[in-house]
């Protein structure tokens, strides 16, 4: 698919990696729909960012894991911006869910908005898609689709759903939609991360070093555009998913 002139809808796509994603696209000429939950400042210099690139952009807000928001969100889209060929899914919220607890908001949140939420807004996509009898679902994922992480119950859970959802789209939507997965590793470093944890997460990677924002853009719009890769994913981690056996092995 030729990402020029497409409408690109990315989930979370006001901060952090899924700015960067919405930038992306709307840098190789895609007009952008940029959805938000709750950051409207963000999403608005997001949005004027893109515009930059001679492209429109449209703010949204909607939780996705809300299916009359999504209804809603989709109508406004179609209404400013015509039908959706492209779509990122990488809203996610990142919030610790430990084992066992009795507080299960957490759970609910995180989960609501990678399995439900994912769901929602493909099903919604997809309608689109299929009258173009075109398009293109890029899921953002990570290494909990392989791994356990502590503490993040609800997120190795959700994304691992994720993971699931991928292939089972690609399956239910040929041969006109392609669905793959980008799995970045350590790109872009939380906010609470000291210089301490910033430079020891690098060496966890076979490169011992970070990447950056632009290389899991790359591959997005890589993935958009390759037109016989389908149901599959890309990991954009350093080669971080086998870098325990640097040193030895067992």
């Given at each position: 698919?030729?990402?020029?002139?497409?409408?690109a809808?990315?989930?979370?796509?006001?901060?952090?990696?899924?700015?960067?994603?919405?930038?992306?696209?709307?840098?190789?000429?895609?007009?952008?729909?940029?959805?938000?939950?709750?950051?409207?400042?963000?999403?608005?210099?997001?949005?004027?960012?893109?515009?930059?690139?001679?492209v429109?952009?449209?703010?949204?807000?909607?939780?996705?894991?809300?299916?009359?928001?999504d209804?809603?969100?989709?109508?406004?889209?179609?209404?400013?911006?015509?039908?959706?060929?492209?779509?990122?899914?990488?809203?996610?919220p990142?919030?610790?869910?430990?084992?066992?607890?009795?507080?299960?908001?957490?759970?609910?949140?995180?989960?609501?908005?990678?399995?439900?939420?994912?769901?929602?807004?493909?099903?919604?996509?997809?309608?689109?898609?299929?009258v173009?009898?075109e398009?293109?679902?890029?899921?953002?994922?990570?290494?909990?689709?392989?791994?356990?992480?502590?503490?993040?119950?609800?997120?190795?859970?959700?994304?691992?759903?994720?993971?699931?959802?991928?292939?089972?789209l690609?399956?239910?939507?040929?041969?006109?939609?392609?669905?793959?997965?980008?799995?970045?590793?350590?790109?872009?470093?939380?906010?609470?991360?000291?210089?301490?944890k910033?430079?020891?997460?690098?060496?966890?990677?076979?490169?011992?070093?970070?990447?950056?924002?632009?290389?899991?853009?790359?591959?997005?719009?890589?993935?958009?555009?390759?037109?016989?890769?389908?149901?599959?994913?890309?990991?954009?981690?350093?080669?971080?998913?086998?870098?325990?056996?640097?040193?030895?092995?067992?």
């Amino acid at each position: 698919m030729i990402i020029k002139g497409k409408t690109a809808l990315i989930t979370g796509g006001a901060v952090r990696i899924g700015k960067a994603i919405t930038l992306g696209l709307a840098k190789a000429g895609a007009n952008v729909v940029i959805n938000y939950h709750s950051n409207a400042e963000e999403a608005l210099k997001t949005a004027q960012e893109a515009e930059s690139y001679g492209v429109a952009a449209l703010t949204v807000q909607a939780n996705v894991a809300d299916l009359d928001q999504d209804r809603k969100m989709f109508d406004l889209i179609h209404e400013k911006m015509g039908m959706v060929d492209i779509l990122v899914n990488s809203a996610s919220p990142f919030q610790t869910t430990p084992v066992p607890t009795d507080d299960f908001t957490a759970w609910h949140i995180v989960t609501g908005v990678l399995v439900n939420g994912s769901f929602y807004v493909s099903n919604l996509a997809a309608k689109d898609m299929l009258v173009k009898k075109e398009g293109a679902i890029i899921n953002i994922v990570d290494l909990t689709i392989w791994e356990a992480w502590p503490n993040f119950t609800a997120h190795t859970v959700g994304k691992s759903a994720l993971y699931a959802l991928n292939r089972q789209l690609a399956l239910e939507l040929r041969p006109y939609i392609r669905v793959n997965a980008v799995c970045p590793g350590p790109v872009l470093p939380p906010d609470d991360y000291s210089e301490e944890k910033i430079a020891r997460t690098g060496t966890k990677t076979l490169l011992d070093r970070w990447g950056t924002p632009e290389d899991v853009v790359k591959t997005v719009n890589f993935l958009i555009e390759s037109e016989y890769i389908n149901a599959d994913v890309i990991r954009v981690d350093g080669g971080q998913r086998y870098a325990i056996r640097k040193h030895e092995a067992g």
